[in-house]
């Protein structure tokens, strides 16, 4: 056999394993194979999340400029209840793998089910206030009286049954800490095939089912994240992945949930940080009307489509530090950080080219309208134009946070978003009358600075002293 062909062999076999999770043992042997086993279920896990948001968007779009809108509108609202799961998963994947890396496979069976605890109680608070507020929280965020009408449901559904978003994060949260990402992707895959039969059939009407237009696509994706959400648990009570917890383990522990909520805070702070100023862009392209939000809107869910394998690389790379450092081995947790940014940086450095050539073809896939088409293209460009940065600053972020430094990361977001980036935004695009332009080029510019001081930061070597 050839050397290639081996190479080719070696690789689909490597493929193999990844997607199994027949290999769970990171801290030892090739860095460049545990970045491999780990990121390409990660990836892929990532990329299901995103296609949530394409397939939502490829229907709706048939639904007009209105209807793409208030799918817009209600996802800038929605980060801030990912920016809450995100960072307690932050804060799960970090202790969880110290435990793995520890060997302590109850205590990270402890941490699981303390996490499933907070996810609930928080995702009921928000469910209140979706359920009875929807239009006006649509109002607030800029939208016209017609759009309100017409997309409030969508709204009231999807907050209303934010605990499947709380929990789909939660739980597939402690399968990455414990190096189980094959299990978290295949959650995802099965979330997403029945998102993508049960959309049309709720958006336009199937059988005895009506057309209930954009509020079918909330029913559809809660239906499918819920139906997630139960495997999830099946698999944690069987015990089909490393971790396994039963009804006797049901009990809350104040030490446990309070360090997890310690540790979770600043990962829940700095996404706080990063989503609402997303809300705020998003209020500023609401005074440029519908067609431009809506084609802003559209690019940004193609964007996150690449934006969430990034993602997955950079969920990698935090766990293999905060396994690593479980396991007494603050060196490699280091070399494990800059090799999965390189790999980063070179993934993200074609898909920004790819962009850069076919962002009008892209655009036109979800939407003929002409200024939905100019101004989504144009913010494909325009953004995708720092994707090495990006690259470099998501991996660099998470490693701090499998670190269990979340503080880090909320200062240089706290810097980098609400003192830059949003005085920016406004300053180009409305009192410098640069238009959407001006969002644009306040979003690449925030990027590229966190990239840089997330760097400098990083090289000093604090968080490989952080206890968790």
């Not at 062909?5 to 194979?33: A, H, P, W």
């Not at 509020?215 to 992945?241: K, M, N, P």
Request: aromatic share 14%; charged share 10%.
């Amino acid at each position: 056999m050839s050397k290639n062909k081996y190479s080719i062999f070696s690789l689909f076999l490597y493929f193999k394993t990844s997607i199994t999770g027949t290999e769970q043992e990171f801290t030892n042997g090739s860095i460049r194979r545990a970045i491999f086993m780990l990121s390409v279920p990660m990836v892929l896990e990532m990329m299901m999340e995103s296609i949530f948001f394409l397939v939502d968007a490829y229907f709706v779009s048939s639904l007009g400029a209105n209807a793409i809108a208030t799918v817009g509108l209600t996802e800038s609202v929605l980060t801030l209840v990912y920016a809450i799961a995100i960072g307690l998963s932050m804060g799960v994947t970090a202790i969880v793998a110290r435990r793995i890396g520890e060997k302590d496979i109850r205590g990270a069976s402890q941490v699981a089910v303390q996490s499933i605890f907070l996810g609930i109680a928080i995702a009921l608070i928000i469910s209140v206030v979706g359920i009875f507020f929807p239009k006006e929280i649509l109002h607030l965020m800029g939208a016209e009286p017609d759009l309100i009408a017409e997309g409030y449901r969508y709204t009231q559904i999807l907050l209303g049954g934010n605990i499947t978003i709380m929990l789909l994060f939660l739980v597939n949260a402690v399968f990455r800490g414990a190096g189980d990402a094959s299990v978290a992707m295949r959650v995802l895959i099965f979330s997403n095939l029945l998102n993508i039969i049960l959309d049309p059939m709720f958006i336009f009407g199937f059988g005895p089912i009506p057309a209930f237009g954009v509020q079918g696509a909330a029913i559809a994706t809660t239906i499918g994240r819920g139906s997630a959400v139960i495997f999830q648990l099946l698999i944690l009570f069987y015990g089909w992945s490393k971790i396994k917890v039963a009804f006797k383990d049901f009990v809350f522990r104040a030490a446990i949930m309070l360090n997890l909520i310690k540790i979770s805070l600043g990962g829940i702070g700095q996404f706080i940080i990063g989503t609402s100023s997303w809300v705020f862009l998003m209020r500023i392209m609401s005074e440029f009307g519908s067609e431009v939000l809506a084609g802003y809107t559209i690019a940004i869910r193609v964007l996150m489509f690449t934006l969430m394998p990034s993602w997955g690389m950079s969920n990698a790379a935090a766990t293999l530090v905060g396994q690593n450092l479980g396991a007494s081995k603050p060196e490699r947790a280091e070399k494990s950080v800059w090799k999965t940014g390189k790999y980063n940086a070179v993934f993200m450095g074609i898909v920004s080219l790819f962009y850069l050539v076919f962002a009008e073809a892209i655009i036109r896939i979800f939407s003929n309208e002409a200024l939905v088409v100019e101004y989504g293209a144009l913010s494909l460009r325009v953004i995708a134009a720092g994707y090495v940065f990006y690259a470099y600053g998501m991996v660099i972020i998470q490693s701090f946070n499998g670190a269990g430094d979340t503080r880090t990361p909320t200062i240089i977001n706290f810097f980098c978003f609400w003192v830059f980036q949003l005085p920016f935004a406004y300053l180009g695009a409305i009192l410098l009358d640069w238009g959407a332009m001006g969002v644009f080029v306040a979003i690449t510019s925030a990027e590229i600075l966190i990239a840089i001081i997330g760097i400098l930061w990083f090289r000093k070597g604090n968080w490989k002293m952080v206890k968790v």
